[in-house]
Nanobody, 125 residues
Framework: QVQLVESGGGWVKAGGSLKLSCAASGGTIRNYVMGWFRQAPGKEREFVATISWGGARTDHADSVKGRFSISRDNAKNALYLQMNSLKPEDTAVYFC??????????????????WGKGTQVTVSS
């Protein structure tokens, strides 16, 4: 069973950038589809981006396309989310997740099997 720990969240002004990291332990992430999801106050958890096992395929939500980029380093057992041109509406808790599914892409939180505890991202206007 893989354990996931996010880092890199914080406070940033609109237009700024942050890079989130997710460190995995207890198993190799190369066996999992990995993803980022987010949840704003009073809203449901939503899909941000997912990446296939070797990293050749990625999918991003329309709301973040062209601004966010998901990547992974299987040798380091790590997942990343580069976030540029941040907007106040990006404010949320961001979660790293892993899915043992053999299909791709995955866009729903119900598809994911393991979750980190999240890291807060706050974007001020």
């Amino acid at each position: 069973q893989v354990q996931l720990v996010e880092s890199g969240g914080g406070w940033v002004k609109a237009g700024g950038s942050l890079k989130l990291s997710c460190a995995a332990s207890g198993g190799t992430i190369r066996n999992y589809v990995m993803g980022w999801f987010r949840q704003a106050p009073g809203k449901e958890r939503e899909f941000v981006a997912t990446i296939s096992w070797g990293g050749a395929r990625t999918d991003h939500a329309d709301s973040v396309k062209g601004r966010f980029s998901i990547s992974r380093d299987n040798a380091k057992n790590a997942l990343y989310l580069q976030m540029n041109s941040l907007k106040p509406e990006d404010t949320a808790v961001y979660f790293c997740a892993a899915a043992s599914s053999r299909t791709y892409p995955l866009h729903h939180s119900d598809d994911m099997n393991y979750w980190g505890k999240g890291t807060q991202v706050t974007v001020s206007s």
